[in-house]
């Protein structure tokens, strides 16, 4: 009897630990991580991706699960630590995904998770109080080699931060850094007058700017994005600081396959769908959709980018 019963035991256990299996799967909600605080606009893109995932897919439920913190790496260490049968997956962002491993402080690496595939950019913009005199980069370099500023960013190793530094090495200037909690801290400081400039992302601002709340005097980037398109570049202004950050989907690795194709289908299906896209303009979320390989790959490129950085100038 007592045999028996330890039998029975042994394959209750491994029952219970086995991820779940596509053919029964999904039988409760779905847990989203998101290392961000609510409100934002990584908690708002997957709040958007994910009410269309369940819309498109009858069974499929989600809850969403901030997890902020250093710069992310709490929520992102959350995912990497879940149990991999499906009920926990995630939303990560760049680069703070990777600059973390770069600067070893995170306790997972790219092969701790499963691809699912990327869902929207955001470019990287510099943005001051309204009624800043700092009307431009040059003027933001003229008047840090004239008095310390002080300048917030998302964190240590952040796109934010990457961003400044950047800046920082080409004007050079050196800010009085500021690293902030989350872009609602930093927006608060903008129209609150308290920063004299900010390095953010344009979702974050572009509202405020056009509400005339706030001042963004360039775009990170080579060419003029394409929501902004009166806003000079930094590289038409004289300084070649590039910075955009990435929001995809991922799931813990030992995930098993059957349930990572589903959803990694289900990511792709979404990104691509006409009345998601039509919300996420309305609420500037800029999509780029990759499927889980092709976001694997930038990623990697990512983070070999980053290393460089990273050895030159360590955070």
């Excluded at 691509?272 to 919300?279: E, I, L, Y």
């Amino acid at each position: 009897m007592l045999k028996k019963s330890i039998i029975a035991g042994l394959v209750l256990s491994v029952a219970m630990a086995a991820p779940a299996m596509a053919g029964s799967y999904p039988s409760k909600a779905i847990t989203v991580i998101v290392p961000s605080k609510a409100g934002g606009s990584t908690d708002r893109t997957a709040r958007m991706i994910t009410e269309t995932m369940k819309t498109q897919n009858k069974g499929f439920e989600f809850v969403i699960k901030d997890i902020p913190g250093s710069g992310g790496q709490k929520g992102f260490e959350a995912i990497n630590r879940a149990r991999p049968d499906g009920y926990t997956i995630g939303l990560v962002f760049t680069p703070q995904l990777v600059a973390h491993i770069v600067s070893k402080r995170a306790r997972y690496t790219l092969d701790s998770f499963r691809i699912l595939g990327n869902v929207a950019q955001d470019p990287g913009i510099v943005a001051v109080p309204k009624d800043s005199k700092i009307m431009n980069l040059a003027d933001l370099a003229k008047m840090a080699k004239a008095k310390p500023l002080t300048v917030a960013v998302n964190g240590i190793g952040s796109d934010d931060f990457l961003a400044a530094k950047s800046f920082e090495a080409k004007a050079g200037v050196t800010f009085n850094l500021l690293p902030t909690k989350g872009s609602t801290e930093q927006k608060a400081g903008i129209l609150g007058g308290h920063f004299d400039a900010a390095f953010m992302n344009l979702s974050q601002m572009i509202a405020q700017h056009k509400a005339g709340d706030a001042r963004i005097i360039a775009i990170l980037a080579a060419d003029r994005d394409e929501n902004m398109s009166e806003m000079p570049t930094s590289k038409e202004q004289g300084y070649e600081v590039y910075m955009t950050a990435t929001r995809g989907m991922v799931a813990p690795a030992k995930i098993d396959k059957a349930i990572l194709d589903q959803l990694e289908a289900m990511v792709v299906k979404a990104v691509n769908d006409p009345d998601f896209k039509a919300k996420a303009k309305k609420g500037n979320i800029y999509l780029a959709p990759m499927n889980g390989a092709d976001y694997l790959s930038y990623l990697k490129g990512l983070q070999a980018d980053t290393q460089a950085v990273y050895d030159k100038a360590p955070w």
